[in-house]
Structures are given as C-alpha cells and as structure tokens.
C-alpha cells in the first residue's frame, strides 16, 4: 500500500469538476460466471456494498454538525457522498454477477434495522458537536482519514486475496477515487490538529473511546469479524493494519493509538494463524 501524506496536494476545484461514478461499463462481468469469487471474499464483498450504500446516512449525521458551516467541507461532502454512491452500485453489479444481487429493498432493511438509536443520532450528534465548537471538524476530519485509509487498505487485501483479474481492475479503479478522499480528509486533519491543542486531545480521546472498525456499528458483529479476519488477520494483513496505525501515529497529537492492531488483535486468519494483540497506550501511560 503507498503512502499518500508526503508531497500530497488537493485541489476542491479540480476534485468537485472530476468527481464521476466510476466507470465499469467496459468490464466483463460475465468473467464472474466461469470464475466466481471465493464464499469468503463474496461474504466480504456484500459488507463492504452495504457500507458504501450507508454512506448517505453517515452524511446525515455530519450535516448537523459544525463542519457544515465550511464551505470546503461540504464541497468535498457533496462530492464524495456522490462517488460513493456509485462504489455501491459497482460492487453490487458483482454481487449481481453471482446471483447475490440485493437492491433498495435490502437497502431500506438495513437501514430500518438500526433502530431508535439511529433515529436520534443526528440530534445526539447536533447536540455534541454543537458545544465542542469548531474543534469538532477536526475529530471529523481524522475519523474519516482512518475510515478512508481503512477501506483502501481493505479493497487492496481482497484483490491480494481473491486475484481475480475483473474485480481487480474495478476495485483499483474505486481505490483511485478513494485515494482522493484521503488526499482531502488527511490534509484537513493534519492542518486542524496542528493548530489547536483542543482539537487534539479531544480527537485523540473521541479516537480512542469510541472508534470501531468501518461498517461495524450498522453491520451484524459476525459480519465485522469475518471481514477483519479475512482482510487484516494472519501475516500480509497484519502488516497492513500496522501500517495504517504507523499513519495514524504521524497524525499530530496521534501517536501510539493503535487502533487497528487492537481492532484485529487476537483473530485468525484460515491458516489459523493469530494476530498479535497491539497494547493501549493510553491504558499504558495511565497506569505508569
Ligand atoms: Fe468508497
Ligand atoms: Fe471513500
């Protein structure tokens, strides 16, 4: 996986007059019939559409906060909600290609399911966001850093794992466009967190406290698990996950979270290999 920070530019301008769904139209998904993807990296697929499709809702809740009052924020929102729109629809057409096609019915279920909790996130989050202020855009840039990076590196690991010459040529193309978003959410963070010490340590504890893998707070705990272990366990994707914590650890005020270790510490990948439990160091610093 490359390293996106250093010498990484962004232009809103540039990015808001290129934002497109990605293209697939040119692929043979007929290839899908002759050569499926494994029951594994499939059940790994259907997560990953179903949290493409929730990114709608994710917006929702962050539309009520203080980082709509930035214009630049919410030029790359309308944008990026609108890419990701269309990575859901091109990992459904796979799903499709296997005969696990799932349309607005199993769209709205998913986001019926969520329940009363879900209904009043946007006020809870009005609420919070509105009394930390400013310094709340910060917290919201980093989270979406680390989800982007997390999801990079998670569409990387199943072209590794499943080797198939379609979905590698589509998943690169969605990883291009989230590699802009990543360019957009690491420049805000870094620039947000160098500025105010507020910021940091409100992020760094939001982080720590209540960051859980992408997807897992709509996704069934079973389904987090399976895709953790099949994308982050065992050795090629332990040193995925370090890597993603090694970036995060470059963030300023970041270092030392271990987020990802701790999210994977402790499953096993098919060969029954364990992946090694990463120490809180926060936990460690309090103790000391
Ligand atoms: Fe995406
Ligand atoms: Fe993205």
């Known amino acids: 996986m490359k390293d996106y920070i250093p010498g990484m530019a962004f232009c809103m301008d540039d990015y808001a007059r290129s934002a497109a769904p990605v293209r697939t139209d040119d692929l043979d998904f007929t290839a899908f019939g002759t050569r499926?993807?494994?029951?594994?990296?499939?059940?790994?697929?259907?997560?990953m559409c179903d949290v493409e499709n929730h990114t709608v809702c994710y917006l929702r809740d962050l539309l009520v906060t203080p980082s709509h009052t930035d214009p630049e924020v919410t030029a790359f929102?309308?944008?990026w909600n609108y890419e990701e729109y269309w990575h859901g629809e091109a990992l459904a057409d796979v799903l499709a290609a296997h005969g696990a096609g799932r349309g607005d019915d199993h769209i709205r279920e998913i986001r019926r399911a969520q329940g009363w909790r879900d209904r009043v996130a946007p006020i809870k989050q009005a609420l919070l966001a509105q009394a930390i202020g400013e310094d709340f855009v910060a917290v919201h840039m980093t989270w979406g850093a680390i989800n982007e990076w997390c999801t990079h590196a998670g569409y990387a690991r199943l072209i590794e794992r499943e080797g198939h010459p379609v979905l590698t040529e589509m998943l690169e193309r969605i990883m291009r466009?989230?590699?802009?978003?990543?360019?957009?959410?690491?420049g805000q963070a870094r620039a947000r967190l160098a500025a105010s010490r507020r910021a940091r340590r409100l992020t760094r504890f939001a982080l720590r406290r209540y960051w859980r893998p992408v997807g897992s707070g709509v996704m069934a705990p079973d389904e987090t698990r399976h895709l953790?272990?099949?994308l982050l366990a065992g050795r090629g994707?332990?040193?995925?996950?370090?890597?993603?914590?090694?970036?995060?650890?470059?963030?300023p005020g970041l270092e030392g979270l271990g987020l990802i270790g701790r999210a994977t510490g402790g499953l096993t990948d098919a060969a029954g290999s364990p992946t090694r439990l990463v120490p809180d160091a926060d936990a460690d610093a309090d103790a000391a």
């Open 36 to 47: 499926p993807l494994s029951a594994a990296g499939l059940r790994c697929l259907r997560y």
């Open 77 to 79: 929102l309308t944008m």
């Open 177 to 186: 466009q989230e590699t802009r978003h990543v360019a957009f959410y690491v």
């Open 228 to 230: 953790l272990s099949y």
């Open 237 to 251: 994707g332990e040193r995925t996950a370090a890597s993603i914590d090694a970036r995060i650890d470059r963030l």
